[in-house]
């Protein structure tokens, strides 16, 4: 005689927990596997540590827990190295200071994922051109993930978390935001983190006051700060300028005459 079957309760709710889940994904429910929907789940973990110098986005040695947390939970990665006592958002920094490190340090910001062959090639092309490294390699989204969680070792190890990150970044950001953790983070030389300390620091004004001679001046700081810094070669740091108006007006910008102008404009140094 055949044992009778019961159906359980428990194999019941397993069956329509089952049912459901076809259901949502056929129905185009793939958001559970995108990367922002796990973002919040890190605002219940302990509170990252702060980085352990005056620098608001030290690099830091990291273990491969850190790293793998780093990636799953970036925003919560993000948000315990950037400093909000100095952060100025978007809508407050000139457009033309946007423009300005777009043109110089990715021009294609706006259509690449992070990553951007085509720049590097371009970058190359303009360095043979002018004799010297004057536009990056990096997109500005790399550039953010280095200065925010990177030392500056070339391995190719270091190199592939990079890549990883910055592609993380631009699944989990807009490109709005990722270009406003830029601005507020990156080094402008002369001990300014950020375009708030940096144009205090170099103009004493807010950004949002800085006119064209002045965001182009402060906008080619981030390739080489320790060079460029006003501070330190105004000769290098208004030759950097001219670069900087150059890339504006050969991307359309600004027109060769406002180049031409904001070039010769006297810049007056919070510090002279």
Known sequence: MKKKRTFSLKHFLLLLALVF??????????????????QHVGDYLPKAEQPQSDRPSAAEEATFTDRISRLV??????????????????????L???????????????????FDAEGMMRAALVNLQYGEITEG??????????????????TF???????????DMEANYSKDEILELYLNSIYFGSGYY??????QGYFAKEPQDLDLAEASMLAGLPNAPSLYSP?????????????????????????KEQAEDAKIEPLYLAHE
């Not at 280095?146 to 500056?152: E, G």
């Not at 190890?157 to 592609?167: I, N, P, Q, T």
């Not at 950020?194 to 144009?199: K, M, V, Y």
């Not at 000769?235 to 027109?255: P, S, Y």
């Open 157 to 167: 190890g270091r190199k592939a978390e990079e890549l990883l990150l910055a592609l």
């Open 96 to 114: 033309q200071l946007r423009q300005a490190v777009i043109a110089v340090e990715d021009n294609r910001f706006y259509s690449h994922h992070g």
């Open 21 to 38: 889940c076809v259901a949502y994904l056929c129905s185009g429910g793939t958001r559970i596997f995108q990367p922002k929907t796990w």
């Open 137 to 154: 390699a990096s997109t500005i989204t790399q550039q953010l993930i280095k200065n925010l969680f990177l030392s500056q070792e070339q």
């Open 231 to 255: 501070y330190v070669d105004f000769l290098k740091a208004k030759k950097r300028q001219f670069i900087v108006l150059d890339a504006m007006a050969r991307t359309g910008f600004i027109t």
């Open 73 to 94: 939970f970036l925003r919560r990665a993000v948000a315990s190295h950037i400093r909000k006592d100095s952060y100025t958002a978007l809508n407050r920094i000139p």
């Open 194 to 199: 950020g375009i708030t300390d940096a144009s």
